[in-house]
């Protein structure tokens, strides 16, 4: 059950698609219930998140623990998204080694950074990077949240940015 993070998928060496929530698939041809960590594999690895799932056991969208095949693999949430950059992590929803966060329905993207932490949000790019090098992708947010570090908003295209961007902390 959902309850002892133990339960594990493993997807097949090859382009994945997931759907996790309320009806959790891979591929569209085998569903589940009641597993906790699903794990992509060599292939780009597609996410669809619906509603809390996210908060159960740890999705890791390269495979095995360490696994990096930067094949550009993706996590789309039905709304709002939450990235952690503070102390040297990585990570949101426990999702883990994706390289694209995205929102279905132009929701909020926050990072969550330390004090003393540089985060530079690049909107030509739809990047955000903290100052040891680590960055993700991001598309389809309209509102964008800093935290406690030193957040720097960057764009020099004509493209408007639509909605609301706050550095609170920093």
Do not use: C, H, M
């Not at 998928?9 to 960590?37: C, M, P, Q, V, Y």
């Not at 056991?57 to 094949?71: F, K, L, P, S």
């Amino acid at each position: 059950d959902w309850g002892d993070n133990s339960d594990t998928i493993n997807a097949a060496d090859r382009d994945n698609t997931w759907l996790l929530g309320d009806d959790e698939k891979l591929n569209d041809d085998l569903a589940f219930s009641n597993i906790e960590n699903v794990n992509g594999n060599s292939g780009k690895d597609s996410f669809k998140i619906v509603g809390d799932r996210a908060v159960t056991g740890t999705i890791n969208a390269d495979g095995a623990v360490g696994a990096t095949n930067n094949e550009n693999d993706e996590v789309t949430f039905d709304s709002d998204a939450t990235i952690n950059l503070s102390s040297d992590s990585f990570s949101f929803f426990n999702v883990l080694n994706a390289e694209i966060i995205a929102s279905e329905n132009g929701g909020r993207l926050q990072v969550l950074s330390d004090s003393g932490d540089a985060i530079s949000w690049s909107f030509d790019n739809k990047t955000v990077t903290k100052n040891n090098g680590t960055s993700i992708k991001f598309s389809n947010f309209n509102s964008y949240l800093g935290d406690d570090g030193n957040d720097t908003f960057l764009t020099t295209s004509a493209t408007p940015i639509i909605g609301l961007i706050d550095g609170p902390g920093g």
